[in-house]
């Protein structure tokens, strides 16, 4: 995925067959953490997402389907409106 010309990192949230929750990050072959809880990794796929421009972070189920998404970082789908109104609050 690409935004605004950055190549944007996203991390899954997969479970192991370990009964663990694995965050990994897309094309990697090894698992950046292992957590006991989805909600550990989910919250540890999230800090790393944020570091990232536009990261995304996606949680799957047991049965591998994707659960939810997000993405963090400025939406560069941004109405121009709601941009300028953005940035004149700002001021």
Not at 13 to 38: F, L, N
Not at 53 to 73: E, L
């Amino acid at each position: 995925m690409v935004v605004c010309g950055v190549m944007s990192v996203r991390y899954h949230v997969i479970p192991s067959v370990e009964g663990a929750w694995r965050v990994k990050r897309s094309g990697a072959v090894r698992a950046t953490s292992v957590h006991s809880t989805q909600s550990e990794a989910v919250n540890r796929a999230r800090k790393l997402a944020k570091k990232d421009v536009g990261g995304a972070v996606i949680v799957h189920g047991v049965d591998g389907t994707i659960r939810r998404s997000s993405t963090y970082g400025k939406d560069p789908y941004l109405p121009r409106e709601q941009s300028q109104m953005k940035s004149r609050r700002a001021v």
